[in-house]
């Protein structure tokens, strides 16, 4: 195994099963860290057992909604736990580990229980092997000393057993990959659905109450959207797959639609665009959802026409003023 890190700008050929298979085998303690361009991975183990890992892209992000999802009275601003949150988010470049002290702390407080904490390192491991998975090229280091050992451990994961959970995630996408094709059929589907939908479907009677649309390949994300609109009284339509977004979009005729940015086979501007070009949706408000705060990224939302621009991580007060601005 490379101790040595090397030439940030000379990467290699990675090969990610493998090394996960060898640091499994051979009873690893330790955290393998790989770097690419833009980001990088840390996996620490014990044992050959997965104990923690992180992501630095939008880890906060990824973190906020998974404790939301756990304990959503953790996300209240007026909670010490989110000023806590919000603190550690604030110096992630300072402290290290900060993510993993974060979770210890609210063990410690009683926000979250060892069971919750152990779920949560679980479910994160899930979403961020899947990426680590992807990789072809990269460098990576390996270290011998566990920067955890003076924390508490609240599981050792079997490696293995994860990396085939991710497999099977990385083979159902590319199935679905698979049998899409380009954007000509996504618009023919549009077509299609239209004809046959002579009227709106709605989730509710009540007057008062507004449908939206929710379009993200995240669970996560959707389920977090859903908690922060549910208190409100709104219709909740959560869509994972973009393909079929189009039909379930024309079927539910909301009143706003969220919008990813960043989708497998066909990204949200591409799906704005081709919403927009339906009569049904040239005045409904559509609100891009996304980690990229660039000004080209805000350019190209207006270049398809959408209504706003919501940036991720957000509070269920930014989602409630975004979605009163544009639904009145």
């Given at each position: 195994m490379n101790n040595s890190l090397g030439n940030h700008g000379l990467f290699q050929k990675l090969h990610p099963f493998s090394l996960l298979a060898q640091l499994s085998s051979k009873q690893t303690i330790g955290c393998l860290r790989v770097f690419t361009e833009k980001y990088h991975w840390s996996i620490y183990l014990e044992d050959g057992k997965l104990t923690y890992t992180n992501y630095s892209d939008q880890l906060w992000q990824r973190l906020e909604i998974h404790l939301h999802r756990l304990n959503p009275e953790i996300l209240n601003s007026e909670n010490p736990a989110y000023q806590q949150l919000r603190q550690s988010s604030d110096s992630q470049n300072q402290v290290v580990n900060a993510d993993y002290q974060l979770i210890c702390w609210l063990v410690n407080e009683c926000y979250l229980t060892p069971a919750q904490a152990a779920t949560l390192i679980e479910e994160l491991a899930k979403e961020i092997l899947e990426s680590f998975l992807c990789l072809k090229q990269g460098n990576y280091q390996f270290n011998a000393d566990d920067e955890l050992t003076e924390f508490p451990k609240f599981c050792?994961?079997?490696?293995?057993?994860?990396?085939?959970?991710?497999?099977?995630?990385?083979?159902?996408?590319?199935?679905?990959?698979?049998?899409?094709?380009?954007?000509?059929?996504?618009?023919?589907?549009?077509?299609?659905?239209?004809?046959?939908?002579?009227?709106?479907?709605?989730?509710?009677?009540?007057?008062?109450?507004?449908?939206?649309?929710?379009?993200?390949?995240?669970?996560?994300?959707?389920?977090?959207?859903?908690?922060?609109?549910?208190?409100?009284?709104?219709?909740?339509?959560?869509?994972?797959?973009?393909?079929?977004?189009?039909?379930?979009?024309?079927?539910?005729?909301?009143?706003?639609?969220?919008?990813?940015?960043?989708?497998?086979?066909?990204?949200?501007?591409?799906?704005?665009?081709?919403?927009?070009?339906?009569?049904?949706?040239?005045?409904?408000?559509?609100?891009?959802?996304?980690?990229?705060?660039?000004?080209?990224?805000?350019?190209?939302?207006?270049?398809?026409?959408?209504?706003?621009?919501?940036?991720?991580?957000?509070?269920?007060?930014?989602?409630?003023?975004?979605?009163?601005?544009?639904?009145?």
């Open positions: 050792h994961l079997d490696l293995r057993e994860l990396v085939a959970d991710c497999q099977k995630q990385l083979r159902q996408r590319q199935n679905l990959k698979s049998a899409s094709s380009s954007n000509v059929i996504a618009t023919s589907m549009i077509a299609a659905v239209t004809e046959q939908t002579s009227r709106s479907i709605h989730l509710t009677d009540n007057q008062n109450s507004y449908t939206v649309a929710c379009i993200d390949d995240s669970p996560a994300i959707l389920n977090s959207i859903k908690h922060f609109l549910n208190e409100h009284k709104f219709a909740v339509v959560m869509i994972n797959e973009p393909l079929k977004a189009l039909i379930q979009v024309i079927k539910s005729k909301p009143d706003l639609i969220l919008l990813d940015v960043e989708m497998p086979n066909l990204d949200g501007y591409e799906l704005c665009s081709l919403l927009r070009r339906h009569t049904a949706f040239k005045n409904t408000p559509i609100i891009m959802v996304t980690g990229r705060k660039g000004l080209i990224d805000k350019a190209k939302a207006k270049i398809v026409k959408a209504s706003g621009y919501l940036t991720k991580p957000f509070s269920r007060a930014d989602l409630l003023n975004m979605v009163y601005k544009h639904i009145n």
